[in-house]
């Protein structure tokens, strides 16, 4: 996670470019992106101490589909499927 302005990140992805909001294409996540724009920025919202949630430029929370297990900008409201583990690595 790359922290940006007040309450606002990037996600890096493993291929080293930034996750993406595909806001024209049903909103699903991809990791394609190596620019920082407007669907590469997510609000961080902190739950608590260990958990958060992500709210796309669209408004709408990152949530998961358990059954496809891709992640989508498509949430009104933080439910399950909605709230990530976050923790720092230890760059060991």
């Known amino acids: 996670v790359l922290q940006l302005e007040n309450s606002f990140v990037a996600i890096y992805s493993y291929k080293n470019k930034f996750l993406s909001a595909e806001l024209g294409r049903k909103n699903e996540l991809t990791s394609t992106r ?16 260990k958990t958060v949630a ?5 408004g709408k ?15 009104n409201s ?11 690595a230890s760059g060991k």
Do not use: C, H
């Open 34 to 49: 190596s620019n920082i724009g407007s669907w590469e920025r997510f609000e961080m919202v902190k739950i608590d101490d």
């Open 78 to 88: 933080i439910g399950e499927n909605e709230k990530f583990v976050y923790k720092l």
């Open 54 to 58: 992500f709210k796309a430029d669209n």
């Open 61 to 75: 929370y990152l949530s998961l589909n358990k059954e496809t297990k891709q992640i989508y900008a498509n949430a």
